[in-house]
């Protein structure tokens, strides 16, 4: 796992379990936190929630700048995954749809699990949120113990 995966899976986790997780403030939504509480990203995009780079975005991206490891495409596209898995319509704008309790826990659970999920696939590693294997493996050792002991 590389180094700014596991410190940002730290960063969001700790987040969701001290309540500083909130997907309408720009430092302590998803990017917020994986930024320490800094807001320097949304200057990245001119709407909360667009993948678009603006000026400043594309200036920063060209010259290889990272927050924390991660360039502002990244930034832009882990934040949108967030939001879109909390329930909002992006980018964000006063009329678009919201959750109606954004800091719900299972909310929050929601837009973590996707955004964990995103976060592993930029770096090529498997989703650490999947516990399908676990249930397949516990499965098989069941099966595997019944055919033994039969």
Known sequence: MSTRLEQALLKLYNAYHTN??????CK???VGNIADHKDAWKNFSEHHGS???NYVGTVHERIGRRINGYLPSELLQIEKTFLEACGFETPLSKNSKRPKNPTN???????LSE???YLCQLEGNKN???Y????KQHSLSINVHAVVTA
């Open 51 to 53: 993948v678009s780079l």
């Open 28 to 30: 302590q939504c998803a």
């Open 132 to 135: 399908t294997s676990i249930f």
């Open 115 to 117: 955004t964990i999920a």
């Open 20 to 25: 500083t997780l909130n997907p309408e403030c």
């Open 105 to 111: 826990m299972d909310v929050l659970f929601q837009g």
């Open 128 to 130: 650490v949120m999947e």
